[in-house]
């Protein structure tokens, strides 16, 4: 039962250019959306979020965008720098707390 | 495919008691992670095992937590004893070992409340 899909796998970008991560989702009482960013050999660690009240929340070179009527949301990154080569995990969570994460998309940017 | 389960889904227990939280990861994969929810906020990492060992448990808050993975398989997490703190959603993800994208499966969770 996968309410959370990153359906892209993998993402190639070169540098200074814009990244785009997708992720859909089917459970409508989700209220509260996250991203996670992972390193190899590392647990994912916390880059940003929207409450459903919003549709953007920009915090630096990011910005996630949520269309609740399309049970989507965006994470943009830009310019996109090496550095941010890594996996980014969806997640959405519900009032009760329950949340549910995505199978990741493996972001490569090129020098 | 059966996806990563967890056990129990919810479970209510009073300050000084012993719970144990079990995942059984996606058959065939080596890498087992723990993480703790806590506040409804972001996830922290607890620990990873590569089939047995631990590989890192840096993010284990302290010695009342203790995980297993005997026979590389399903893994177990104990608290004894529990704390009002330890309150949260506990949640398992496993991967397969040398994978290109290290695509992580999470669990539902188990929502564990510390009266």
């Known amino acids: 039962d996968q309410q959370v899909k990153q359906n892209s796998p993998s993402l190639s970008v070169q540098e200074g250019r814009i990244s785009i991560l997708n992720c859909d989702y089917t459970?409508?009482?989700?209220?509260?959306f996250l991203w996670y960013k992972k390193y190899p050999a590392e647990g994912p660690t916390f880059l940003i979020s929207?409450?459903?009240?919003?549709d953007k929340n920009e915090d630096g070179r990011f910005t996630v965008f949520l269309n609740k009527s399309a049970k989507h949301l965006s994470l943009h990154i830009v310019p996109s720098q090496p550095g941010d080569s890594a996996v980014y995990f969806c997640?959405?969570?519900?009032?009760?707390?329950?949340?549910?994460f995505g199978a990741g998309t493996r972001l490569t940017v090129k020098p | 495919e059966a996806g990563v389960t967890q056990f129990p889904s919810h479970s209510v227990i009073e300050k000084g008691q012993t719970v144990t939280l079990r995942c059984d990861p996606i058959?065939?994969?080596?890498?087992l992670y723990w993480y703790r929810r806590v506040m409804g906020k972001e996830i922290k990492f607890l620990l990873h095992f590569v089939k047995e060992s631990k590989q890192d448990e840096s993010g284990m808050p302290n010695n009342r937590f203790l995980a297993e993975r005997t026979g590389g398989t399903y893994s177990t997490l104990k608290v004894q004893p529990a704390e009002l703190e330890d309150s949260g959603v506990y949640f398992c993800?496993?991967?397969?070992?040398?994978?290109?994208?290290?695509?992580?499966?999470f669990g539902p969770g188990t929502r564990l409340t510390v009266l």
């Open positions: 997640a959405a969570s519900a009032t009760n707390n329950d949340m549910r």
């Open positions: 993800a496993s991967s397969q070992v040398g994978t290109d994208t290290d695509t992580q499966y």
């Open positions: 459970n409508s009482m989700f209220d509260y």
């Open positions: 929207i409450s459903s009240i919003k």
């Open positions: 058959s065939g994969h080596d890498n």
